[in-house]
C-alpha cells in the first residue's frame, strides 16, 4: 500500500531502565514502553501470557444454565446438534464442540449453513431437519444471538436451544433460548468482550470440564485458529490461547491441518498467528465463500492422514478457483471503470459474478481506487450486494440514508451487506454518491512508525530474536512497523520474475538486507544512491545454514527532508546515530560555501526539498547543520518564510572556527557518544 502520510516518532525515544536492567534488549525495551509496559514484572506477564490470564467462564451469564443442560445430555446419551457458521471462526466453533461431543460418545449432529443458498445464521428449515435427525439439544455457535423467531419456533417443537455467540446483540432484545451465553449480552459481567465465536464455545467446555487445561491440551488449534482468523484482540486470555494453538499446530497438528500444511508448503516451518492468518484460514475460508464450508470442516474433523490429505488437496484447490475468480471479477471491474472512471463511491453491478468473492474483490477496488465500493451480483430482477469503506466513510450510516432504494441491508461501518431490486440499482447510485457529497473529505491511508531504530546495534541477532517474543501478533498487539530514516539506497535486485525485490541499505557504517514483497522496481519510487526512509519488520533469516538479520519492508519513500530539518532549524538535534552521520567534516562546508559564492552569495527555495536544489551528493539536513554553523559563526545568515528558506554569504572580519559553532560541538559530542557505545558493544 502507497501511504500519504507516515507517523514517525521524533525526539528522545523512552528506553526504561528497569527493563535494560532486567537484561530485556534496546528494541523490545523501546517497544514496550510504547505500550506502555514499562516495569520488568509487568513486561513479563504480558510477554509470557500465562494460563493465570484465563477468565473463569462462569462469569458469564447463563453459563451455569447452558453447563448443566450440556452435561445433562452428556449423561443422558443425548443426540446433540451443533450449528456454526461458514467462517473460519464458525467452522472451528462447530468442530470443537462436535469432536468434544463425540469423545464423550455422543452422537452429533454438526451443521454449516450453506453460503449462497442459506445465508448466515439460524433457519427454521435447518431447526426442522435436525429435530427429524432426533436431536434433543442444539448449540448454536460463532451465531444465534439475534435468531428471536428461530429459538421462538425450537421452543415450540420441544427442541431445547443454547446460543452460545460473540456478536452484538439486538435492540429488541435476545432470543428466548434454554441459555443464551453471549459476552457482550446486556449485564454480562464477564471481562473479556473480545473472545471469537470459537472462545465462547471453548468457555462452554471449560465450565462443564471445570478447567481449561485439559481441553487446551486437545483443541487449542481449533480455539487459536479461529480466534486469529476471526481477528480478535491478541491480549489477555486470547493471547494465551493463541500461543497454545500455535504451539500445538507446530509440534502436534492435528490431521486435517498437518495436511493442509502440508499441501501449502507450510510443514515443518515455524507457526505464527500470520501463517493462520494468510496460509490457513484463506484456504478454510473459500470452501465457504464458494459454497462447500461442509468441507473444510471435514478436514478438521478428520482422524487420519489418509482422510485428510484428499480433502486438503480440494480445500487448495478451491482456495486457487476463488482466486481466479477475483481475478477475473477484479478485471471485469477495472474494464468499466476505465469506461466510466469513478468521481464519487463505486457502485457496480453483473450478472455474472460470484456472491462468495465479491467481497475481496470490492476491498481491492476501494483501496485502488481510494473511495467506497459496492458490488452487486445480479440474478434476474434481484441482486445480493458486498460493500467496502475507505478513509472512515461509514458504511452502515450511508445505507441506512440509500434504505429507501434497498430491500435490505447489514453489516458495520467498514464492511456491509445489501439486498436490492435490479431496476433501484441506478437510483442507489445516484443517491450515494449524493450522501457521499456531503460526508466529509475521506482520510488517507497513514503509515505508523512505532519505533525509530537510533542505533544499529538493536539490529543485531540478539535484538531481532528478542523481539519475537511479542507473538503471537494481531489486533491489539500489532506486529510494531520500525523505521530506518535518511539511509543510503545502495542496491536494488529483482526478484521473483520482478514482482519482488531485494534491497541493501547503509547507514553509519552499517549495512542491512532488506526483502520487499509485492512491489516492482517501478513501483519503488527511489532509485540507487537516493537517501531514503525504510519502515520495515526485522526478521532472522535462514538460509543454506545461515542465520542473518533480514528487514522485511513494508514500505520505502525517499527521505522526508522537511522534518528532520524542521528539528534541525528548531535546535532538536537527533540521537547519537544520526549525529554522527550529520557531524560535518571540513570538506562538506568547503562545498556548502562554494555552492552559495556561485550564486552570487544569496540562494533560495524551498525548504523542504532543500535536498534537490542544495549542494550535490550533500544530504539536506547536512547542509543546514553546516549553514546553521556558518551562521553561529557569522558567516552567514538564513531566512525562513514560510515553505521557502533564504541563504545569504556575510562578510566578516577575523578568522571564524566552524568547528567551535555550537551546533557542531554538540553534533561532535554526540558522534563520540556513538562511536563509544560501538566500541562497548564489539
Not at 462443564?208 to 488449534?221: N, P, Q, T
Request: proline letters at 5%; one cysteine or more.
Amino acid at each position: 500500500m502507497k501511504y500519504s502520510k507516515w507517523i514517525v516518532p521524533r525526539g528522545e525515544q523512552e528506553l526504561p531502565p528497569e527493563l535494560l536492567a532486567a537484561g530485556y534488549p534496546p528494541m523490545l525495551a523501546a517497544v514496550l514502553a510504547r505500550r506502555g509496559i514499562s516495569g520488568g514484572a509487568e513486561a513479563e506477564a504480558f510477554l509470557a501470557a500465562g494460563a493465570d490470564s484465563l477468565c473463569p467462564p462462569e462469569q458469564m451469564l447463563d453459563m451455569d444454565k447452558a453447563a448443566a443442560r450440556l452435561r445433562l445430555a452428556v449423561e443422558r446419551g443425548e443426540t446433540v446438534a451443533v450449528y456454526g457458521d461458514y467462517d473460519v471462526d464458525g467452522i472451528t466453533s462447530a468442530c470443537l464442540v462436535t469432536s468434544w461431543l463425540r469423545s464423550r460418545g455422543l452422537r452429533c449432529l454438526p451443521y454449516i449453513p450453506d453460503r449462497l443458498e442459506e445465508g448466515y445464521g439460524l433457519n427454521m428449515a435447518a431447526v426442522d431437519s435436525l429435530a427429524a435427525q432426533g436431536a434433543t439439544l442444539l448449540i448454536t455457535v460463532d451465531c444465534g444471538i439475534t435468531a428471536a423467531g428461530e429459538a421462538e419456533h425450537a421452543r415450540d417443537i420441544g427442541l431445547d436451544l443454547i446460543i452460545t455467540d460473540h456478536h452484538e446483540c439486538s435492540a429488541a432484545g435476545l432470543p428466548q433460548a434454554l441459555a443464551v451465553v453471549d459476552p457482550k449480552r446486556p449485564g454480562c459481567p464477564y471481562p473479556n468482550k473480545g473472545l471469537a465465536g470459537v472462545g465462547v464455545a471453548f468457555k462452554l467446555l471449560c465450565a462443564v470440564e471445570g478447567g481449561a487445561e485439559a481441553l487446551l491440551s486437545e483443541y487449542a488449534d481449533l480455539v487459536g485458529a479461529g480466534t486469529v482468523a476471526d481477528v480478535m484482540p491478541l491480549v489477555g486470555e486470547n493471547r494465551y490461547i493463541v500461543r497454545r494453538g500455535l504451539e500445538q499446530m507446530e509440534s502436534r497438528p492435528r490431521p486435517g491441518l498437518a495436511a493442509l500444511l502440508a499441501e501449502c508448503g507450510g510443514a515443518n516451518k515455524r507457526i505464527s498467528a500470520s501463517t493462520v492468518g494468510f496460509t490457513i484460514a484463506p484456504r478454510l475460508n473459500a470452501a465457504g465463500r464458494l459454497g462447500n464450508a461442509r468441507l473444510a470442516a471435514q478436514l478438521l474433523l478428520s482422524r487420519s492422514a489418509a482422510e485428510a490429505e484428499p480433502l486438503a488437496r480440494e480445500l487448495c484447490r478451491l482456495n486457487r478457483e476463488r482466486q481466479e475468480l477475483e481475478h477475473e471479477i477484479w478485471e471485469q471491474a477495472h474494464e468499466l471503470l476505465r469506461a466510466s472512471p469513478p468521481a464519487g463511491p463505486i457502485v457496480l453491478a453483473s450478472e455474472g459474478w460470484h456472491q462468495g468473492v465479491i467481497g475481496i474483490a470490492a476491498s481491492r477496488l476501494a483501496e485502488e481506487f481510494r473511495r467506497p465500493c459496492v458490488m452487486i451480483c445480479l440474478d434476474g430482477e434481484n441482486g445480493k450486494g458486498s460493500c467496502r469503506s475507505y478513509g472512515g466513510f461509514n458504511l452502515f450510516d450511508a445505507l441506512a440514508a440509500c434504505s429507501d432504494c434497498l430491500e435490505g441491508f447489514g453489516g458495520h461501518a467498514l464492511a456491509a451487506g445489501l439486498t436490492i431490486k435490479r431496476s433501484r440499482v441506478d437510483d442507489f447510485r445516484r443517491e450515494l454518491a449524493e450522501y457521499y457529497r456531503t460526508c466529509p473529505e475521506p482520510t488517507e491511508p497513514a503509515l505508523e512508525c512505532e519505533l525509530r531504530i537510533d542505533d544499529p546495534a538493536w539490529l543485531d541477532m540478539e535484538g531481532v530474536a528478542a523481539l519475537e517474543r511479542l507473538e503471537p501478533y494481531g489486533t491489539g498487539n500489532a506486529r510494531p512497523n520500525i523505521c530506518l530514516l535518511g539511509a543510503g539506497l545502495e542496491r536494488i535486485t529483482p526478484i521473483g520474475g520482478g514482482s519482488h525485490l531485494k534491497l541493501r541499505l547503509y547507514k553509519g557504517g552499517a549495512e542491512f538486507d532488506c526483502v520487499m514483497f509485492g512491489t516492482r522496481e517501478s513501483e519503488l519510487g527511489a532509485r540507487e544512491g537516493d537517501t531514503v526512509d525504510a519502515a520495515f519488520y526485522p526478521q532472522i533469516n535462514e538460509f543454506r545454514g545461515r542465520r542473518s538479520v533480514q528487514l522485511l519492508m513494508c514500505a520505502l519513500r525517499r527521505s522526508d527532508e522537511l522534518a528532520e530539518c524542521e528539528d534541525i532549524l528548531a535546535g532538536e538535534l537527533p540521537g547519537a546515530w544520526e549525529s554522527a552521520e550529520l557531524c560535518p567534516e571540513r570538506r562538506d562546508f568547503v562545498r556548502v560555501w562554494r555552492w552559495l559564492e556561485r550564486a552570487g552569495g544569496h540562494i533560495e527555495g524551498e525548504f523542504g526539498r532543500l535536498g534537490d536544489w542544495g549542494p550535490q551528493g550533500l544530504r539536506a539536513s547536512k547542509t543546514l547543520v553546516c549553514l546553521l554553523a556558518m551562521a553561529q559563526e557569522g558567516l552567514a545568515n538564513i531566512r525562513r518564510e514560510g515553505a521557502r528558506v533564504r541563504f545569504s554569504s556575510l562578510e566578516r572580519s577575523g578568522k571564524a572556527n566552524l568547528d567551535e559553532s555550537p551546533i557542531v560541538t554538540a553534533l561532535r559530542a554526540r558522534r563520540e557518544e556513538y562511536r563509544e557505545g560501538r566500541r562497548r558493544h564489539e
